[in-house]
């Protein structure tokens, strides 16, 4: 197969599932931009799988498969910091009824401490925060938090949405947006570079209630380099996790190579759509349901759906058919 095959059906699914998304959202903070690296992580994964760089066609048979690899274990990344986000960002219950100033200052005080009881390793972060400007300002100087070191500086904001209550008006979301950040993170061997701004929400609720999804979204302008480019994306996910730290989780995102080598014809990776729908995963266990997407190149489509179970069965550009073994306990 080559990168060119599939023809117009390859990018009609996913890419009305992109279409079907707004890009309105609003939130995030200091550990977002770990979150939004993978994000962004599976569809990278196929431009990593979509750039043989000889063009011998033996690479090239092998595309479909280096593409599934990869993109499995970015899903895996995916809900595990989902669920690191959750613990981070939620809104806790504390802030139901208070009004939009102080439930500012308790969601400024509620990250720092959430912040401050990481294990970081090989430094201490410097956290600074505002709780009258709703600000918490992080310096990491090549730090190391299990697997990932981070290396940069991040400026976080909160605002809050506020609707009509018994006192007048109380808070009803909390809204992270992380400014300008300038990171580099991810496993010792592979940092990728992440500059821009990303947006984090969590409705404020009750524990009765029941939960709405969190969600994350990249703004224009959001970029990251890696040893094949620089790419701009737009990047949205919504996700919940339940008692057992299970994550259920959509996301959908489109990557376009912006940088002077762009129309390298050995590198050339066009756009990229990922749509991933009705994910559920549990800590170090294969996803068990789940719907994945992916148009790259010329009009290339992957897809495959999980079930209970180690490995899916891909569907690949020209109707071929090949299982893939998943990677479940990272």
Known sequence: MDCDQGGSRATAPALRLWSAVGW??????????????????????FALGCDPG???????????????????????????????????????????????????????????????????????????????AGSVDAVFDDCRAGPFRVQGDAHATVAIEAAPCDGGECASALLWTLHDFDVLVGPDDARPHFTGDVVLRDEIRPLSQPQVPMSWTTQPGFAITNPLGVFETISHASWTVDAGRCVDMRMESRLERIDEDAQDPHRRIQ?????????RRCPLRCPEAGDVQISFGAGALLEWSYENGDTVEVVAPGGQRFSQALACRE
């Open 54 to 132: 000889g063009g011998e066609d033996g690479e090239l048979r092998r595309l479909d498969t280096i593409v599934a690899d990869r993109s499995a274990r970015a899903v895996g990344n995916k809900t595990n910091l989902a669920s690191l986000a959750e613990l981070l960002f939620s809104a806790p219950p504390s802030l139901v009824g208070l009004d939009p100033t102080a439930a500012r200052t308790e969601a400024v005080a509620e990250l720092v401490a959430r912040l401050g009881g990481i294990d970081f390793q090989d430094c201490t972060p410097q956290i600074t925060s505002d709780p009258l």
């Open 271 to 279: 756009t990229i759509v990922v749509a991933v729908d009705g994910l």
């Open 24 to 45: 309105n959202a609003a939130c995030s903070s200091a550990a977002v931009v770990v979150m939004s690296r993978h994000g962004v992580a599976l569809a990278l994964a």
